[in-house]
DNA sequence: TCATTTTTGAAATTGAATTTCAATTTCATT
DNA sequence: AATGAAATTGAAATTCAATTTCAAAAATGA
């Protein structure tokens, strides 16, 4: 349980462990992919009706701070978070119709990268690479509507 | 020149051509890069006090749905506005410290995000693909700081 | 328990993006 | 050149997410 973890590094900054920070850790780990603050929010509030949206917002930056959450901005402009899962860089596939958005990887593309970076003396810290389109079920679906 | 072209457009769409569009087109062109809103309206009014902030704005979003400007938005959240360069689709490399941004094109890329796209049975709209990192110059700035 | 420091949450603020609306301008038609 | 319908302008207002403020409440260590 990645609770434990959480506290000791709380502790480590000098920070205190709250319910609120611990139900709202429990949350965000139990919801999958990529959420925005207020799709967080609402369902921290399930558990607890009292916990107030700044605090779902600070919690999710502190989250980050730790290394345990990632931000990510994508075109729409609304941020999201996700569990960081340990080790692992991925890039994002967007369907601009029902926004569902599957990760993948490719290190064959990274390498590339490195490359273009180094051509033009750069000192990359990190990237991102999303491919906007529509998914297969979408796609489908529109063609039924289409008759 | 391309305001005739762009008078052109306008008529078509049942639009009218004004002075303000008109300087506003000019100076978007003349301007290089990828600017914010608000660096193009301070360039504007340098051209014509008159000129509000809200017509520079209508008037980018109305280049952008002609397809005479392209919007980018990056990490640091601010929409920015680029001249469309015809049939040229490029990628950014960014240097987080002084803000430069260069444009490259990796044709091997383009063609491996299309395989990747395919196996997901996605049909891609468009993409972006943003590397973020420390251009050489504020590289060398940093370590004579750091003596 | 007490004292100190941090956290909470409602409300206020910020800042960019967008909308409103009355006054003005454009342009096709006289 | 004058007219009038339709579009445009620009200042001000609004929206909306992100962020800050601040007094009250909670957490930790002595």
Redesign the interface.
């Known amino acids: 349980m990645k609770l434990n973890q959480f506290k000791a590094r709380i502790y480590k900054e000098g920070l205190k462990s709250t319910r609120q920070r611990e139900e709202i850790l429990n949350t965000f780990l139990n919801l999958s992919g990529h959420k925005s603050l207020s799709q967080i929010f609402s369902q921290v509030v399930k558990a607890d009706p009292k916990i107030g949206y700044t605090t779902v917002y600070r919690t999710l930056r502190l989250l980050t701070r730790l290394g345990l959450a990632t931000q990510r901005?994508f075109?729409d402009?609304e941020t999201r978070y996700e569990p960081t899962s340990e080790g692992t860089h991925h890039d994002h596939?967007i369907?601009?119709d029902c926004g569902k958005i599957?990760e993948?990887e490719?290190q064959?593309?990274e390498a590339?990268?490195r490359g273009?970076?180094q051509r033009?003396?750069?000192?990359?810290?990190?990237?991102?690479?999303?491919?906007?389109?529509?998914?297969?079920t979408c796609?489908r679906k529109k063609r039924i509507a289409h008759r």
Chains 1, 2 share one sequence.
């Open positions: 901005k075109a402009g596939l369907c601009l599957i993948f490719d064959t593309i590339l990268q273009i970076a033009h003396r750069f000192k990359i810290f990190h990237h991102r690479m999303e491919l906007y389109g529509q998914c297969e796609r």
